[in-house]
């Protein structure tokens, strides 16, 4: 079957950095997604993978080793506006998108 | 259209009542998803849409809910004589063909069966 993990909930302090990690088994893949959703809102696209490496945009950076079936994302500078779930999605060969449950975010001052 | 909208925004409906939730895609996309999300949870995967073709109705709770996609366009969620397990906040997203390219949510319908 289709597996997308992420931790359910992560806390931080404002100003800090944290990682969320995502790990993936899915039939195919056609690039990686991560989403964030603010309580009450729909999801919003934050950004993409297709090769290895690392994307940075911002304060957002994610990062993808498809041999390992891994990616993160990785928050700078954390302000409060920071706290949501962020999801992680997988475009599997079939170009259906799976998702994982989302983690989390606690920004605390 | 500018963006994915879903109508109606908020439906409140008695239990063993039908209804249909409408999502409009952003003019162009190919792949049309539906979602349910209760509160605090994840997505909860509905159906997928290619065009009209619905290549993956495997979330579709049970025989109570079916959807359609008609020219390629807008989309319809049915429920069928709904129960109150089945308020949600019921998700649309579409995507372009192309491999890379991301999917864009609607703001979502907030059903609530009383």
């Known amino acids: 079957g289709q597996n997308i993990d992420q931790p359910t909930e992560m806390t931080a302090t404002e100003g800090a950095i944290v990682q969320i990690n995502c790990t993936y088994q899915t039939s195919g893949f056609n690039g990686l997604f991560w989403y964030q959703q603010h309580a009450g809102e729909a999801p919003t696209f934050l950004s993409y993978?297709?090769l290895d490496g690392l994307e940075e945009k911002g304060r957002f950076s994610s990062f993808l080793s498809r041999s390992k079936g891994y990616s993160y994302l990785l928050l700078k500078e954390l302000q409060m506006k920071d706290s949501a779930s962020y999801l992680c999605?997988?475009?599997?060969?079939?170009?259906?998108?799976?998702w994982g449950a989302g983690t989390k975010l606690i920004i605390k001052p | 259209g500018a963006g994915v909208s879903q109508s109606p925004s908020n439906k409140v409906t008695e239990k063993g009542k039908d209804v249909e939730l409408r999502c409009d895609p952003i003019s162009g996309h190919t792949a049309l998803y539906w979602y349910r999300q209760s509160l605090g949870q994840g997505l909860e995967f509905l159906i997928y849409?290619?065009?009209?073709?619905?290549?993956?109705k495997s979330g579709l709770p049970s025989d109570r809910f079916s959807a359609e996609r008609t020219g390629g366009s807008v989309s319809t969620l049915t429920i069928q004589r709904t129960q109150q397990e089945d308020s949600a906040v019921y998700l649309c997203?579409?995507?372009?063909?192309?491999?890379?390219?991301?999917?864009?949510f609607g703001q979502g319908t907030r059903l609530t069966v009383v």
């Open positions: 849409f290619q065009g009209n073709s619905a290549p993956d």
């Open positions: 999605a997988v475009r599997d060969s079939n170009y259906q998108l799976i």
């Open positions: 997203a579409s995507s372009s063909a192309g491999r890379f390219t991301e999917a864009f």
């Open positions: 993978n297709v």
